[in-house]
């Protein structure tokens, strides 16, 4: 489990960009915004999106369209998948360019708040693997 005040996780839809989702980490749950169990085969974000098992051949993974922790569900529907590869990102803010805060009223277009952060992302490793992904359903 990891605190961050600056979690966030987002689906691009590929035929509509306007339906693209950015969800946040609210503050009550900045403790609980990353599980990742080195015994166990989890990944998670909250439960909002949860990478479980292998994740290529079983269709263990989900999201969550209930889950209290990020501020929108990034699925419309619960229900398991497998993953193909997936991506951890790192924000580097630029230094002349804040970064949108926690704060509700910076969120009066979530669509331009999310190329905001796209803008600023860069590919990282995590751990000694680099990751990528890639939802199938």
Do not use: W
Not at 5 to 29: A, E, H, P, Q
Not at 46 to 63: D, F, Q, S, V
């Amino acid at each position: 489990m990891e605190e961050t005040r600056d979690s966030f996780i987002f689906s691009l839809k590929t035929s509509n960009m306007k339906n693209s989702i950015l969800s946040r980490v609210l503050k009550m749950y900045f403790d609980y915004a990353i599980y990742n169990i080195p015994e166990t085969p989890e990944f998670s974000f909250g439960a909002t999106l949860c990478l479980i098992g292998n994740l290529k051949t079983e269709k263990k993974c989900h999201c969550s369209i209930g889950s209290l922790i990020y501020s929108n569900p990034i699925r419309s529907d619960d229900f398991s998948f497998s993953v193909e590869e997936y991506e951890v990102f790192k924000i580097s803010p630029n230094k002349n360019h804040a970064l949108p805060t926690n704060d509700k009223s910076q969120f009066h277009n979530p669509k331009e708040t999310l190329k905001e952060y796209l803008s600023h992302i860069r590919r990282c490793r995590c751990g000694k693997k680099d990751f990528s992904l890639s939802l199938n359903t």
